[in-house]
Nanobody, 118 residues
Framework: VQLQASGGGMVQPGESLRLSCATSGSIFTFGGMAWYRQTPGKQRELVAVLTFNESTYYAEAVKGRFTISRDNAKNTVYLQMNSLKPEDTAVYYC?????????????WGQGTQVTVSS
């Protein structure tokens, strides 16, 4: 299983970015997919989750600004990030877990850097 993340970049506060995570197989293989982020010296933190049955979870810090979604035909999960803040600056990782297992799952994509700065 391979997860390929893309879409990071540098934006100004208030702008938007959309991250993508393409899977090498069917997205239905997984019990859920998620986005984590990490800044230097800190632990990786959970940002958003999309389960197999399309339930979602968002960290309090991003609720109302970020949206996780998927395109089943493209086997891709997205993270739409609006109203970005400097504190959203981090390396973002997509993650996938098998059914009936805990987060984080065992499958990780490579990180994609998001920098929010004026």
């Amino acid at each position: 299983v391979q997860l390929q993340a893309s879409g990071g970049g540098m934006v100004q506060p208030g702008e938007s970015l959309r991250l993508s995570c393409a899977t090498s197989g069917s997205i239905f293989t997984f019990g859920g997919m998620a986005w984590y982020r990490q800044t230097p010296g800190k632990q990786r933190e959970l940002v958003a989750v999309l389960t197999f049955n399309e339930s979602t979870y968002y960290a309090e810090a991003v609720k109302g600004r970020f949206t996780i979604s998927r395109d089943n035909a493209k086997n891709t999960v997205y993270l739409q990030m609006n109203s970005l803040k400097p504190e959203d600056t981090a390396v973002y990782y997509c993650n996938a877990k098998q059914h009936s297992t805990a987060w984080p799952g065992v499958y990780w994509g490579q990180g994609t850097q998001v920098t929010v700065s004026s």
